[in-house]
């Protein structure tokens, strides 16, 4: 999709997801839930911390369920170094919070940094701006599920 053709609704969409997912991975940051713990190590978000912190107390909400029934495919290298979309595949059983955790990253990874020139892709607005409302809804719970709320909306 060229630049131009972006309706000025999803623009704002775009910005806002990217915002709050910053926001929301900076407050993970924050509260210690890191990827790697050891002294000089990156300090990178640990969603799979946090997962594991909250997934027994995390239920889906409306918008977890849609994203979750019509989820984001994930951009890979195919044969002969050509971009492919396939299918996000889930490790059986993994939790709720896991898979939704999962495909909010996948939506920023393929917003991004995904290809977005054909319609089966990111070039159809009305998923895309789904996609995003779901996500944003998604993220707002996420803070106030496991207290982040103040870091993530920027409470000081």
Known sequence: MKREAIPSNLSHLAFEFFFRFSRFEFALKENLYLKFTDVGAKAEPGWERFSEKWR???EVSDEARRLLDA??????????????????????????????SQLLR????????????????????K????????????????????ELTQDYEGFY
């Open 56 to 58: 027994d107390k995390y």
């Open 106 to 125: 996948i939506v920023r990874n393929n917003l991004f940094h995904g290809g977005k020139h054909q319609a089966r892709d990111w070039d159809d607005p």
């Open 127 to 146: 998923r895309t701006e789904s996609l995003l409302l779901n996500c944003l809804s998604i993220l707002t719970q996420l803070a106030d599920l496991s």
């Open 71 to 100: 989820p984001p495919m994930r951009q890979i290298v195919g044969p002969g170094q050509k971009l492919e979309w396939v299918q996000v595949l889930f490790t059986p059983n993994s939790a709720d919070l896991d898979k939704v």
